[in-house]
């Protein structure tokens, strides 16, 4: 069996209200499971901040669909083959366009991507969600 330490922790009582409820929506058997799961989450956002290494990336933006913003972003897209691996187009309604980037390389360089997409006048919406990419050294 694994090794627990217990620990105390105070609630706001609405806060403790909102949490139970996120908990049965989200099916944790207790709140221990998921006060561990989102500091693990946390602690791993935390780390690729600062994270110098190789990871695997989605950046998903909302944009005005427009001649000036589509033309920028497929530059900006052109411009940086080597990190994206794939990208999903989806038409919201006339005036509106989504997609997924599937990015991948050097952790700074991925993240400078996606704030240089973000920051493109004309995208509404963006959120990178990156993992780190362990390497599994094979020794013969």
Avoid: N
Avoid at 19 to 25: S, Y
Avoid at 37 to 55: H, I, Q, Y
Avoid at 60 to 86: M, N, P
């Amino acid at each position: 069996m694994e090794c627990v330490e217990r620990v105390g922790v105070s609630f706001e009582p609405e806060l403790l209200r909102k949490f139970d409820e996120l908990i049965r929506k989200k099916g944790y058997q207790s709140r221990s499971q998921a006060i561990g799961e989102l500091l693990r989450k946390t602690l791993m956002e935390s780390e690729l901040e600062a994270e110098k290494g190789d990871v695997v990336a989605t950046l998903t933006i909302v944009y005005d669909h427009g001649r000036a913003v589509t033309e920028k972003l497929l530059e900006l897209q052109h411009g940086h083959h080597a990190e994206i691996s794939s990208t999903t187009h989806i038409h919201v309604d006339h005036h509106t366009c989504l997609e997924v980037l599937v990015l991948k390389g050097h952790a700074p360089d991925v993240r400078g991507l996606a704030d240089r997409i973000r920051a493109v006048k004309g995208v509404r919406h963006g959120q990178l969600v990156t993992i780190k990419v362990e390497r599994h050294i094979h020794r013969h």
